[in-house]
């Protein structure tokens, strides 16, 4: 069993400027585990553990879902949490841009994934990247107040071009992802 998600890769120049942002909230003191840059990603389906023979049916869904697609724009923008800046869980950066054929691009995929066993997410999809999520409430109060301070953070904005099918090694020192298939969007 490997455990697996499906997720659209960001930029190389999206690299630095998110670390430089890390290393602002991680000033904060706040008891969060932060994502490292390289492994920053939105994600569109986490299917969790599944055989290793289904990597291929998998790929082959995806491959129906963006074959027909045309790239799109998207951009991180503002910082924010789950469920609320009052009381984070989870701190992200946001997904501006062409959100709208992200989100049919998700839709589709949860459906056409339906037929392998994986059931549909019951909760809105909500485009972001995880910056990190929190273990206790240390510095909670600096966090919050410096999430307010980055709610206009912004990037250059980047083409969707593929989405990839990962696997996600769980290690000590945080998870590792290795890309098991990428899959471009067709008629560009």
């Known amino acids: 069993m490997i455990r697996t998600f499906i997720a659209i890769k960001i930029p190389e120049s999206y690299r630095q400027p998110i670390g430089e942002l890390l290393n602002e909230f991680k000033a904060t003191g706040a008891a969060v585990r932060w994502v490292k840059p390289e492994s920053i990603h939105i994600t569109l ?4 553990n599944i055989k290793e023979e289904l990597v291929d049916e998998i790929a082959m869904k995806i491959s129906e879902s963006v074959g027909n697609r045309n790239s799109f724009e998207l951009q991180a ?6 469920p609320s800046i009052k009381s984070p869980r989870v701190v992200w950066l946001g997904i501006h841009g ?76 945080g998870a590792e992802y290795t890309a098991l298939k990428v899959l471009p969007f067709g008629p560009e």
């Open 45 to 48: 389906k986490f299917l969790g």
């Open 98 to 173: 062409q959100v709208d054929f992200l989100g049919e691009l998700q839709s589709d995929l949860e459906k056409r994934l339906v037929p392998l066993g994986f059931a549909p997410e019951n909760r809105p999809f909500k485009a972001h990247l995880t910056l990190g999520r929190l273990k206790g409430n240390r510095g909670k109060a600096k966090l919050i107040s410096m999430l307010r301070e980055k709610r206009d953070f912004m990037l250059d904005p980047f083409q969707v071009k593929e989405v990839v099918l990962y696997r996600s090694d769980l290690k000590p020192t």
């Open 77 to 82: 923008k503002g910082c924010g949490a789950f």
